[in-house]
C-alpha cells in the first residue's frame, strides 16, 4: 500500500477534520491545548474596543459575558458571526453582555469586515490579554459564556449552529456551573 494512502485513511473522520485544522492554519504550532475549564474562575480584565471605549472589569462583575473569538479570513467565523451578531441585537437591553474578539492582523481588517457585513457586537483585538483571562485557544472560532458569578460556564471551539448560538443566554443566565 502507498505510505500516503496509508495516511489518509489512518486520519480519516474526526482526525482528518483535525488534521486540515491544523494544515490550514487554524491552530498555532506549539500552542498549548488546555484552556480553562468549566468551573473555574475567570477574572476579566478592562477591555479596549475597537472605537477606543473601554469596558472595564467592574461594569462587567455580576452580569454573564459571551466571549466570541473570530477573524475575517475564517470561513467558520464567517458562518457564525450572523449569529453572533442576531444574540447581540437581542440581548443588548439585556445584562448579558458580548464581547468578540478579532485575531485580524490589524485593526482595519476588522473594521472593514465588520462595517461590510453590518455587524454592531463590541469587538477587541486585545486577543493576547482575553487569552491569559480564558487559557489558549486551539481554534477558530472559540466561544465562551462566563456566569454571573464570574466562572466558565461554557466553552466551544468551531463552528456553532444558530440555535445553539441563541440559547447561550440560557448558559450565561445560570447561576450554577454547566458541565460540558
Avoid at 478579532?102 to 457585513?117: C, E, G, I, P
Avoid at 486585545?126 to 466562572?151: F, Q, W
Amino acid at each position: 500500500m502507498n505510505p500516503s494512502r496509508r495516511v489518509f485513511l489512518k486520519f480519516s473522520g474526526p482526525a482528518a477534520t483535525l488534521a486540515l485544522a491544523a494544515g490550514a492554519g487554524l491552530f498555532k504550532t506549539g500552542e498549548a491545548l488546555a484552556a480553562t475549564a468549566p468551573g473555574q474562575r475567570v477574572t476579566l480584565p478592562d477591555i479596549r474596543l475597537l472605537d477606543n471605549a473601554v469596558i472595564t472589569a467592574r461594569s462587567l462583575a455580576g452580569k454573564p459575558v459571551v466571549i466570541y473569538f473570530w477573524a475575517s479570513w475564517c470561513p467558520y467565523c464567517a458562518k457564525q458571526s450572523p449569529y453572533i451578531e442576531a444574540l447581540y441585537r437581542r440581548t443588548r437591553t439585556t445584562d448579558l453582555q458580548m464581547i468578540s474578539v478579532s485575531v485580524d492582523k490589524t485593526a482595519a481588517d476588522a473594521r472593514n469586515y465588520l462595517a461590510q457585513k453590518g455587524y454592531t457586537f463590541p469587538v477587541t483585538m486585545d486577543a493576547g490579554v482575553m487569552e491569559r483571562a480564558l487559557g489558549t485557544r486551539r481554534a477558530l472560532p472559540k466561544t465562551y459564556v462566563i456566569n454571573r458569578s464570574g466562572m466558565l460556564a461554557f466553552s466551544a471551539f468551531g463552528e456553532m449552529f444558530e440555535e445553539d448560538v441563541l440559547e447561550l443566554v440560557r448558559f450565561a443566565a445560570l447561576p450554577a456551573v454547566m458541565r460540558c
